[in-house]
């Protein structure tokens, strides 16, 4: 009586198992590299990214925020409508992270097979509503910047160093110098309503580069950029501190670095690059 009892139980657990084994269900993969990004070079500047993660939706629903490059599986079938969004690091954190509003996104209709991965190559742009207040590339004759009373030296054009095209900019301390800063021009029209306003660049320094903006002739930092011995490109969100002061009517982007007692150059020669640089808005 015992081994009937057993033999039926395991016989009923054997039927539960092999239904749950025929209604799982097999995936279909999605394989995202990296995402093409073009632009119109003498209006919206390089075509140089930083994008992190794809944020990706199915039939207009989120499937997931995938970091770069990524393989994943979707448990959908047949043609669907994907979207593909571009992520960043926010301010370079990688904590923050967050879609970036200003590219568009990638469209296409894709047949989804179980078993099967699709590779989808995206393709973007900025979008056509966007404004360039300030471009700065370093290939032109003049520079656009201006440079704070008491400044040791200004930001130089060369070649020997640069991130693309045929000049970056380069600043260089000599050991008897403490003090460097400079601005772009003013800028009277940025939006205060909320919307997005991000400072790009590309840069490479050794010492802790300090960003940010002059308000109505107040200086407000936005954020300190780490020691690289790389080109980085960078995001930098200066949205929340022109929300701050809404009734402003004077924004200047200040960079800049100074030793003290308490906060000493880290090096003999205090230098750094930077190239491409965009201010960028609604």
């Given at each position: 009586?015992?081994?009937?009892?057993?033999?039926?139980?395991?016989?009923?657990?054997?039927?539960?198992?092999?239904?749950?084994?025929?209604?799982?269900?097999?995936?279909?993969?999605?394989?995202?590299?990296?995402?093409?990004?073009?632009?119109?070079?003498?209006?919206?500047?390089?075509?140089?990214?930083?994008?992190?993660?794809?944020?990706?939706?199915?039939?207009?629903?989120?499937?997931?925020?995938?970091?770069?490059?990524?393989?994943?599986?979707?448990?959908?079938?047949?043609?669907?409508?994907?979207?593909?969004?571009?992520?960043?690091?926010?301010?370079?954190?990688?904590?923050?992270?967050?879609?970036?509003?200003?590219?568009?996104?990638?469209?296409?209709?894709?047949?989804?097979?179980?078993?099967?991965?699709?590779?989808?190559?995206?393709?973007?742009?900025?979008?056509?509503?966007?404004?360039?207040?300030?471009?700065?590339?370093?290939e032109n004759a003049s520079l656009s910047f201006l440079y704070t009373t008491g400044n040791d030296t200004i930001i130089n054009k060369q070649s020997t160093d640069v991130?693309?095209?045929?000049?970056?900019?380069?600043?260089?301390?000599?050991?008897?110098?403490?003090?460097?800063?400079?601005?772009?021009?003013?800028?009277?029209?940025?939006?205060?309503?909320?919307?997005?306003?991000?400072?790009?660049?590309d840069f490479k320094t050794n010492e802790f580069l300090h960003v940010g903006l002059f308000i109505d002739g107040i200086q407000y930092g936005a954020i300190v950029l780490?020691?690289?011995?790389?080109?980085?490109?960078?995001?930098?969100?200066?949205?929340?501190?022109?929300?701050?002061?809404?009734?402003?009517?004077?924004?200047?982007?200040?960079?800049?670095?100074?030793?003290?007692?308490?906060?000493?150059?880290?090096?003999?020669?205090?230098?750094?690059?930077?190239?491409?640089?965009?201010?960028?808005?609604?």
């Open positions: 009586m015992h081994n009937v009892k057993f033999y039926t139980l395991f016989f009923i657990v054997g039927i539960i198992l092999g239904s749950c084994a025929k209604e799982a269900q097999m995936p279909t993969y999605i394989s995202i590299d990296q995402f093409s990004f073009t632009t119109n070079y003498p209006t919206e500047g390089s075509a140089l990214t930083n994008i992190s993660d794809a944020w990706v939706f199915i039939n207009d629903d989120l499937v997931g925020v995938y970091e770069l490059p990524a393989k994943f599986p979707v448990l959908k079938e047949g043609i669907a409508n994907i979207k593909v969004f571009a992520g960043i690091k926010d301010n370079g954190i990688s904590a923050s992270r967050k879609r970036y509003l200003f590219y568009e996104h990638h469209e296409e209709q894709i047949n989804l097979v179980k078993g099967e991965t699709v590779v989808v190559n995206p393709q973007i742009t900025y979008k056509s509503n966007i404004q360039f207040p300030w471009l700065e590339d370093f991130r693309e095209g045929v000049f970056s900019g380069q600043v260089f301390l000599e050991s008897t110098m403490d003090f460097f800063e400079a601005t772009s021009v003013s800028f009277s029209s940025l939006p205060r309503n909320g919307t997005d306003v991000y400072l790009e660049m780490n020691i690289t011995n790389n080109w980085k490109k960078i995001y930098i969100n200066l949205t929340k501190l022109i929300n701050e002061a809404p009734t402003s009517s004077n924004y200047k982007v200040f960079f800049g670095f100074k030793s003290s007692t308490s906060t000493p150059f880290l090096t003999a020669n205090p230098q750094f690059y930077i190239d491409n640089i965009k201010l960028v808005h609604f």
